[in-house]
C-alpha cells in the first residue's frame, strides 16, 4: 500500500483553459474526498463520494468544477474554464467507512493560473 | 455551522522543550471528533492525534497529547521534548459525528518552528 497518489503534482495553465487532476485513493478505501487549500488557509471540503456516489458537494464548487469516481477507484477533478482564483493546493483524500473515518491525504496538485 | 479557530499563525519552540497549539471550535452538536493534522514541508498531511468527543480522558500518542475541554470547545496540542522533524504546519480539524456526514473542518493552521 502506496497511500494516496496525485497526478499530476504541479499544474500550470492559462486562463480559460481546462484542466483535469487524477487521485487514487488507498486501494480498500471507500470514501474518497477534495479540499482546496489556499495559502496562509487550511483545506476547505469541495466533495466528497463513497465508492462511486458523489454524496456532497461543497457551495465553493462552481458549475466550472466537476468530479467523477468511475466503478469507485480513482477520481478525477476537472476545472473548465480556468480562473486566476483557481490557483491553490487541490488535496485528494481517502478513509475507510470505520467510525473514526481517519482520512489519508495525498500530496496534492498544485494548480497556477496565469 | 461549525468553524474551528487556530488564533496563532505561528510558533516557536527550543528543542527539546515542550510547546502547547491552541484551538478553539464552535458547534451545537454533542457528539463529533476532533483532530491534528501535521503538515510537514512536503505538503502530505498525517494525522497525530484524534479525540472523540464522547470520551473525558484526553489522547495521547507518544510525545503528543491534547487538553480536551468540551464546554470551553478547546482542543489544545502539546509536543513535549520537541524534535527537529516536529517543524510543519499544524492543522487542528472537526468532524461531526452524524451519520452520513464525514467532511473535515480545518482550522487556519498553526506553523510550527522549532529551534536547535
Known amino acids: 500500500d502506496t497511500g494516496v497518489s496525485q497526478d499530476p503534482r504541479h499544474k500550470i495553465t492559462k486562463r480559460g483553459q481546462n484542466v483535469t487532476f487524477r487521485c487514487d485513493p488507498i486501494s480498500e478505501h471507500n470514501r474518497l474526498y477534495w479540499y482546496r487549500q489556499t495559502l496562509g488557509q487550511g483545506p476547505e471540503f469541495l466533495t466528497y463520494f463513497q465508492n462511486e456516489a458523489q454524496l456532497e458537494k461543497s457551495r465553493l464548487l462552481s458549475d466550472r468544477f466537476s468530479a467523477e469516481r468511475p466503478k469507485g477507484s480513482f477520481s478525477t477533478l476537472e476545472i473548465q474554464r480556468t480562473e486566476q482564483g483557481d490557483s491553490a493546493m487541490y488535496l485528494c483524500a481517502s478513509s475507510r467507512g470505520d467510525v473514526y473515518n481517519e482520512q489519508f491525504f495525498g500530496p496534492g496538485t498544485r494548480l497556477t493560473v496565469l | 455551522a461549525q468553524t474551528v479557530t487556530q488564533s496563532q499563525p505561528e510558533m516557536s519552540v527550543q528543542e527539546a522543550e515542550t510547546v502547547t497549539l491552541s484551538c478553539t471550535y464552535d458547534?451545537?452538536?454533542?457528539?463529533?471528533?476532533l483532530f491534528w493534522y501535521k503538515q510537514p514541508p512536503s505538503r502530505q498531511m498525517i494525522l497525530v492525534i484524534r479525540?472523540?468527543?464522547?470520551?473525558?480522558q484526553n489522547a495521547t500518542e507518544n510525545r503528543f497529547s491534547v487538553n480536551f475541554q468540551k464546554a470551553a470547545k478547546s482542543f489544545s496540542l502539546k509536543i513535549s521534548d520537541s524534535q527537529l522533524g516536529d517543524a510543519a504546519m499544524y492543522f487542528c480539524a472537526y468532524r461531526s459525528a452524524r451519520s452520513g456526514t464525514y467532511k473535515y473542518i480545518f482550522g487556519t493552521g498553526t506553523r510550527l518552528k522549532v529551534l536547535a
Open positions: 458547534t451545537s452538536e454533542s457528539d463529533y471528533y
Open positions: 479525540q472523540e468527543a464522547y470520551k473525558q
